[in-house]
């Protein structure tokens, strides 16, 4: 319990927690789709054998945030 | 006889000194190949065999090929600057991988419910892991590229600017180089600096391993052009 002498402030509190966590999540899938554009450029401009696997790792990462958004809505 | 009239005849009195037999004088070999008109530059030779796809020195890599590239292009060497460059942010990546544990200790998270820490965690190692992975990218992007035709820097700078140059061997004008701190003696890499005609007069490769190499390869290269344009006038 954060605040114990207060059931209202505590819910309150966590409440704010709740919107900053969401704000950020938010932010880092923004995040996420600029890494997937950059390694998109990169691919399209110079050819690898890496580019599927950089490709993937990327696209996983905006799976996950996009999950992460989610998981904020359960808190 | 006076012998200042001849100078060939041998006077009587001359020793006769058997002539030296010269030793055979072994020709230096050039790292440009002589054997047809337009010789390719022996660049294993100077540079040594590509080790793997994420070497900083790619020897005519048969892997890597860009959006610029003309047809019939030969790729000669592409390099990234040196892996002792991406040492700092990975100290950084494994302090981040660790810090967690050091809140444990501290206490800190204990005021939130245990659905918020988690959430806390697994966002940061999120994070963790997607800073790990834009500044590789940002290594690995960062390319320079020798090929038959001209020398070109491909560079994406704050995530989504990319940055191109390049030079025709004809428009260069001057080639130095320059190797700072002690890391950079140690493991040998410095810049290459590229002195150009064009109107972006300066073309630089940041920390690429083998400086001096590199202009020996460049050098080799603009003979070959030179060979090449002197062969088509």
């Known amino acids: 319990m954060i605040f114990p002498q207060n059931q209202v402030l505590t819910s309150y509190f966590l409440s704010a927690v709740k919107v900053f966590l969401f704000i950020l999540a938010a932010m880092f899938v923004f995040l996420s789709a600029i890494v997937v554009k950059q390694v998109a450029s990169i691919t399209k401009s110079v050819s690898d054998k890496f580019n599927p696997t ?8 905006l799976i996950l945030t996009l999950i992460l958004v989610l998981t904020v809505l359960t808190l | 006889m006076n012998r200042s009239q001849d100078l060939d005849a041998i006077a009587p009195d001359d020793p006769i000194i058997p002539a030296k037999k010269s030793a055979p004088v ?3 070999k050039p790292s440009v190949k002589s054997d047809s008109p337009a010789a390719e530059p022996d660049v294993y030779g100077l540079l040594g ?12 890599p048969k892997i890597l090929s860009f959006q610029e590239q003309d047809d019939g292009e030969k790729i000669y060497v592409g390099l990234r600057p040196h892996w002792i ?8 990546f494994v302090f981040m991988i660790f810090l967690p544990i050091l809140f444990k200790y501290i206490d800190i998270l204990d005021i939130f419910p245990v659905s918020y820490v988690n959430f806390i965690l697994v966002f940061w190692y999120l994070f963790t892991f997607i800073y790990a992975f834009e500044k590789f990218l ?13 020398i070109i820097d491909i560079d994406f700078k704050n995530i989504l600017n990319k940055h191109f140059v390049q030079t025709r061997f004809a428009q260069i004008e001057d080639i130095s180089s320059s190797i700072k701190g002690i890391l950079g003696t140690f493991f040998n890499y ?6 150009t ?14 400086p001096s190499k590199i202009i020996m390869v460049i050098k080799d290269l603009q003979d070959l052009d030179r060979q090449k344009r002197g062969g088509a006038l």
Not at chain 2, 138 to 150: A, E, H, K, L, P
Not at chain 2, 197 to 210: G, L, T, V, W, Y
């Open chain 2, 85 to 92: 460059n991406n040492l700092s942010w990975i100290v950084t």
């Open chain 1, 54 to 61: 950089l490709t993937l790792i990327s696209y996983i990462f």
């Open chain 2, 49 to 60: 065999h590509t080790q793997n796809s994420f070497s900083s020195v790619l020897v005519k």
């Open chain 2, 190 to 195: 410095g810049d290459v600096i590229i002195q």
């Open chain 2, 197 to 210: 005609a064009s109107e972006d007069n300066k073309i630089k490769f940041e920390k690429i391993p083998n």
């Open chain 2, 138 to 150: 940002s290594w690995y992007s960062n390319i320079f590229i020798i090929t038959d035709q001209r």
């Open chain 2, 26 to 28: 072994k020709k230096k």
